[in-house]
Structure formats: C-alpha cells, structure tokens
DNA sequence: TCGCGGGCCTGAATCGTTACAGTAATTCTA
DNA sequence: TAGAATTACTGTAACGATTCAGGCCCGCGA
C-alpha cells in the first residue's frame, strides 16, 4: 500500500513498472512474459516502459519463487589442463550464454570424488544445469544426474546405454588419420600415448589406432603403463628410454600436446630429431605447439567449439528439448 | 500455520528445523548464527540438529532478504591467455573460496568495451566482489567499483593515487633480474619485448629493464612498436627481422612465454641458436617452458597464487577490512 | 431483461531468510 | 513487594517474483 519512493532510488522492479503504469504488479509480470490474458496494448506499454528504465528481473526474487537459478555450473577437474582446456572451454560456454539469463559457475575439485561436487549442486540446487568433462565408460555423475532429473552435458561419451547430451572429439578418426600420416611419411613402428584407461576416449583412441594398423599394415611399439595423465618427469623419462632403445618406434601418436613435448623432449635429450628419427603427432588445441615444436605434427582439437556445443545442450534440455538431439561427434 | 509435511520431503528449510525443535522460525535463524538472545542450550540444540539433517541457508533466501550473493565475480578478457593465466586463476581463486559459502562466476568479455560488465554487475548487484586483470594505469572499472562501493581487487596494480586490493608480480625486479642474468651471460645488447603501453606492468617492466641496463653498462635494442598483445605471426615475423638484422640484439627479455616462443620461433628460422647466438629470458607460469625449451631462460611468475590472494582480498575487504592491508607484491 | 461467458486486470499467498518490535516469565533493585 | 530490567523466545513484515483464484465490465443469446 506504500507506494512511498518507487520513482526514485534503487533498481527498478515490478513494483517500479507498477508504480510508473498505475497496473498492478501481477499484471506487470504477466505483461512483460506476454500473456495471453493481457492486452497486447498494456503489453507493449509494459514492455516499452521496461526498457526505457533497463528493468532487470531480479535473480533472487526469481530464483525463490520458481527454483530456477539461470546459473550453468562447469565442473572441473583441477588434473584437468591440456594447455588451454579451460579457458577455451569457460570462453567457449560463455560464447553461447551470453545474451541469455545464465550465468557461468565454476567449480573445481581438487578432490578424490568426483561426486562430491555434483552431489552438492543437485543438493542445494544451486545450478539448473551442469557441464562435466573426464568423462568415464561407466560415469557415476551421468547416473546420479539422470536420477535427479538435474539436466547436463558431458564432455565425451559415455558407454551405459544412457542417452544425454554430449560433445565429443571424434578420437577413433584422429588417431586413424595419425596413424594414416605416419604411413604417409614411411613409418612401421608406432607407439601410441594415449589417456588413460578410465576414460571412455582412450577406448576409442585405441580402436581407431589399431584400425590403423590394420588398415596399413604397420605394428605397434606398446609403450607399457604410461598415459596422458601421468607426471611430465615420468613421460620425459619414458622418452628418453625409447631414444635408447634399438627397437624404438619410428612414430609416435599422442592424445596431449603436453605430452607430446614431453616425450618429444625425452627423445631429443638422446640426440633424435623429431621429424627424422621419430615422427610425433599429436592432439593439440591451441597454435601454441605448432610454434614450439613446428616438427611435431598437430591435429587440431578445438575445446572452445566444445564449450559452445556443451552449453547450447544444457541450455535446450533445461527447455525440454530431447538431449537425444544434442550428441556433438567433432571430426579431426 | 499449515506445518503439513515438514518432516518429510524436500530440502531442509528453517521451518524444518523450527518444527523439529519446536521453536519459533526466527529463533532458529538466530540461533544459527549464535544470536545473543538465544540460550546456549538451544544454541546448541539447533545447530546440532541443523548438522545432522544437513541444511544448509537458501542461497536465493539469503540473497533476496540481505542483498548478500555470495558470489564473487571472475571478470576476464578474452584476449587473456598467458598458458593457463585463466586456468591457474580460477584455481587460484577456488582454493581459497572452497569451504566458504562463496561461489565464483566467471564473466568473460570479448566487447571493446571493459566497464560493461562491470556495470553490469554492479547495477545488478549479481556479485559481491569483483576481481579484474589486465589493469591499466588508470582504470576506469577502478574508479567506477570505488565509486560505487563495490569491493574489488586488481591483478596488477594502478596509478590513480587511490588504495585498493591488488596482487601484482614484481614485474621490475623481474627485469631488473633479467637483465641481470644476460649480464652473467656476457650479452650487451639487449631488446625488450614488454606488455602494451595501455596496461601499468609495461611502465613497471620498462623501469627495471633501464635500471638494469645503466647498473650494468648495457645497451638497448629497440624493438619498435611491438608487444606481447600482437599477434603471434607477427611476433614471429620481427624475430625473423631480428634474425636478418646485423646489429641484432645478443639478449631478449619477454613479458609472456607465449611472445617468448613465438620470436623464438622467428629468430630460429632464420638459423640463430638459442642460448648460443641470442639468450632469451621470458616470464612463464607453468612449468612447461622450462621443460620443454630449456634453452630459453624462466623466470616463473605464479598465477595461482595471484588467484588466490585475490580471492582473500575480496572476501577480506566485503566482512569490512582495510583494503590497504591486501596489497600483494610478489617477488620473481 | 436476465444470465453467462470472455477479456482484462488485481490481490493474496508463497518461496526462505532476516530484522525488528513485541511478549511472557523470571530476576533484580530499592 | 512493586516496579524495572533482563532473558529467551515469537510473530510480522519485508525482499522481488510468480501463480492462481477471483472480480469487474461488457456483449451476446434466450
């Protein structure tokens, strides 16, 4: 009933709108999400005074009232860094919020469980909607989250006969091209380094490799125990034993730029030339490598165009949309 | 007065725990929070309880009532990429956030125009505290947060003669230690591949470079209109310029790994080797450089520990202390 | 002319929290 | 022992938005 103040001061509301029309504040709200029980000349008028005054629905309000938070939530992995992955990821997510009510939050864990986040955002509700990456064959995250009807995207497939929405990179075709470049260039003997097991992609790594093979009748160099994921020292160390060893490979594949300069730099310590002893290809998403290493093959995976798929399905399956329609497989 | 199924369902809400103890809503809120007025049993009791059924403040509740979000905001230029500057910042940040109620929300920028979202979050009072990078001598985003009492802190200082949070590297001593270092190394003649004119650290950089260079009778090459903010094929192209130049530079010191690789790049090109015919000192921030070209010269500036004495200072100065007490200045 | 159904709008209730003004019951003061 | 002060707790009113059950007025059919 106070109608004190509501043309001066603070940031406008309902109230304001209300105030500034002579409607009520229901009526302003319905007003300004077109509803059909409103005139379309009250709507307009609503709608044109809204943005005279950069009215701005306040989030809070918003959220208590309908449970709707506008927040997407970006769980990461604090392993995770393949020279850029996050900042051309949260760039890539913002690319496609912005513009919209959402608001990017991110969260990392440092942590053993994975879980530990995800449970906290379905819990507290404090997300309508979350991006995972590390994405395993069997992800616990992907079944919690279905159970809790909490809407998501997944960097990379899952392997459960679950559908929801995913972007991945297509690493069976990059490592069939790799393997086909090798050939290319004369080789017979590839190591690959791949990621680690627990990963959905390393299987697909693998299968596109050995397709290779196969296909070029070359073998292969088995590298042993050592994946992406493990200590730079640990994979330099590894280069450096293959440049010792006679029976090294003449090619090597890898699923991380990092990694790559690793080995790279292992091999060189014993005096092999990138290029001409050994040729490295490898996955990477930046121009970085191809500046520090020109001799290194690249095979460009772009985690901004992820970022940007990702969001894109959340957002849709936070609208209903089918998440069947939002599987992104990004070819090499 | 419809206590229907409070035990039961959903999550738990003031009104849960009030229905179990059977005390007032009010009570139990102040209790909470070890108001004055509440006994201590009951104190104890509801907080004991509140534990046990695991609640945990509305966060849209809170924000509605108090004004209070709890989110600290991420405000980044898309331009930003120092390998892993956003990474190792919002690690930076989420380590100290982690275990308080703060979230953090990542607003990156690709617009000309840099106060927009900070207007933004300010006219939508959607944050807290603000943490903003590429600071310029005279920051227009730090005159309008004062203004506007919105708590903020800097990555990089200012110049505007007023106080404020910031954590900056030691960007003099840094090329002051360069400088210092193609000393030891016997290099005279020296050229500087700093930051743009627009950001402070280029002054702070430039200072220590010329310090550097009368303390030990050295010269500069100038480098011309070029900075780390270029483009990196033109980068490469001066260090092939260089490559060509007789009177070349025998030293250079870089800003950003990045420019470090790419003149790398350029002046290797043009069949130079480095360390041997031209030593290069770079800023780097991950342990990548050194690893992988150890023939150019690190010095390690530690983003994660910027992130995380910004987070501190934001939260320190919105709980009411003296900003001037969070003033960082990390050493190389 | 009466009643009925739309069209258009409004008030009240609600989401979860906090601030503030009470209100009993108890204890202290003079 | 009356009155004041203290202790411990409670009810109400916001914060801003949405939902829903009306309400009023008009035109139309019988």
């Known amino acids: 009933m106070t109608n004190d103040d509501q043309s001066i001061g603070g940031r406008p509301t309902l109230k304001t709108i209300a105030f500034m029309t002579g409607l009520g504040i229901s009526t ?12 379309k000349a009250t709507r307009q008028r609503v709608q044109l005074i809204a943005k005279q005054i950069g009215y701005r629905p306040n989030r809070a309000g918003v959220r208590l009232r309908t449970g709707k938070t506008n927040v997407i939530a970006l769980v990461l992995n604090t392993k995770e860094e393949s020279m850029g992955l996050v900042s051309e990821m ?9 513009g919209t009510s959402y608001h990017l939050v991110v969260t990392p864990y440092s942590l053993s469980d994975p879980m530990e986040p995800i449970r906290y955002i379905v819990e507290t509700g404090s997300a309508d909607g979350i991006i995972i990456s590390r994405t395993q064959p069997d992800d616990p995250r992907v079944g919690y989250l279905l159970d809790h009807g909490m809407p998501f995207a997944t960097h990379g497939r899952t ?45 697909h790594t693998r299968s596109g490799f050995e397709a290779g093979l196969r296909a070029f009748d070359m073998r292969e160099y088995w590298l042993g125990d050592i994946d992406t994921d493990a200590e730079l020292a640990g994979i330099i160390a590894r280069g450096r034993g293959l440049g010792q060893d006679e029976a090294r490979p003449d090619g090597i594949i890898c699923s991380a730029a990092i990694s790559a300069l690793a080995i790279g730099a292992g091999l060189t310590e014993c005096g092999l030339r990138i290029g001409r002893d050994v040729d490295l290809v490898t996955k990477e998403s930046s121009q970085l490598l191809s500046l520090m290493r020109p001799e290194i093959i690249c095979i460009t995976e772009n985690f901004r165009a992820a970022g940007r798929d990702l969001a894109r399905a959340v957002m849709a399956w936070i609208d209903g949309a089918d998440p069947a329609n939002f599987q992104f497989l990004a070819g090499p």
Do not use: C, W
């Open 28 to 39: 302003v709200s319905q007003a300004l999400k077109d509803g059909p029980d409103i005139s």
């Open 90 to 98: 949260v760039y890539g997510i913002s690319d496609t919020l912005s």
């Open 159 to 203: 392997n459960m006969g679950v559908v929801h929405p995913y972007h991945d990179f297509d690493n069976q075709a990059f490592a069939l091209e790799a393997v086909k470049i090798l050939h290319g260039r004369g080789r017979k003997n590839i190591a690959l380094l791949g990621p680690p097991p627990t990963l959905l992609y390393q299987r």
